[in-house]
């Protein structure tokens, strides 16, 4: 079946330091991307749509200069959190949907972590 | 009144027992209708994908969609210990809408 992985899964790193995140979907290709933001036992939050090659689509209240987002290609898809502080500490996920569109399939979470 | 409501739980039932988790939305545009299955620290794993009214089954896992009455299922027979993890329904526009409106998620503990 369709995989997403995403990469890293756990990151640990001091207040200041811009961390990038990978999405990638393995066996298909995925024009569209979601990047989402989740807190402990709460649901899903989307951040904002990346579009590959064109520029990403951001949810209001999302900071784009914040979170970077960059598509370069029809299998990856990266989300770099520029000058990263505790607040931003979290559960960050990736999706893309499948051929045709429907539905979409999840990576497995990068958690992190902002001393 | 949001979007998607499901009922967060928790819910605790004993192994074997047959689980019935729902989620009632209010825009009856949606078409597609999933349901993910997510372990604590993970990402959401899809189980069960539907377009449109209608029942699906795979496993012991059904989906029941019922647009009439904005209202859709997921039920677990024989459940098992492994099937304890927080369960979202999701739903979308189709076409080339993919964006997915969540539920809040249930957390079912199923008890050996």
């Known amino acids: 079946g369709a995989v997403v992985s995403q990469h890293p899964s756990r990151v640990i790193c001091k207040s200041g330091t811009s961390v990038k995140i990978e999405c990638r979907s393995l066996?298909?290709?995925?024009?569209?991307m979601f990047w989402y933001r989740q807190f402990p036992k709460k649901s899903l939050m989307l951040m904002a749509t990346?579009?590959?090659?064109?520029?990403?689509?951001?949810e209001q209240g999302v900071e784009k200069d914040k979170f970077l987002i960059n598509h370069a290609s029809l299998t990856l898809s990266t989300l770099t959190v520029t000058s990263a502080h505790p607040e931003d500490s979290s559960f960050y996920i990736c999706?893309?949907?499948?051929?045709?569109?429907?539905?979409?399939?999840f990576g497995d979470g990068t958690r992190l972590s902002i001393l | 009144q949001k979007e998607v409501e499901q009922d967060p739980g928790p819910l605790s039932v004993p192994e074997g027992a047959i689980v019935s988790l729902n989620c009632t939305y209010s825009?009856?545009?949606?078409?597609?209708f999933m349901w993910y299955r997510q372990y604590s620290r993970k990402g959401p794993e899809l189980l069960m994908y539907?377009?449109?009214?209608g029942n699906k089954e795979d496993g012991r896992f059904t989906a029941q969609v019922d647009k009439s009455s904005k209202y859709i299922s997921l039920f677990i027979r024989d459940s098992q210990p492994s099937d304890s993890a927080t369960y979202l329904c999701?739903?979308?526009?189709?076409?080339?809408?993919?964006?997915?409106?969540f539920g809040k998620g249930t957390l079912l503990t199923v008890n050996p």
């Open positions: 066996d298909f290709q995925a024009t569209t």
């Open positions: 999701a739903m979308n526009l189709g076409g080339s809408n993919y964006k997915l409106t």
């Open positions: 999706s893309a949907p499948e051929t045709g569109n429907q539905p979409q399939h």
């Open positions: 539907t377009y449109s009214s």
């Open positions: 990346s579009n590959e090659g064109s520029k990403a689509t951001y």
């Open positions: 825009n009856s545009a949606f078409q597609y």
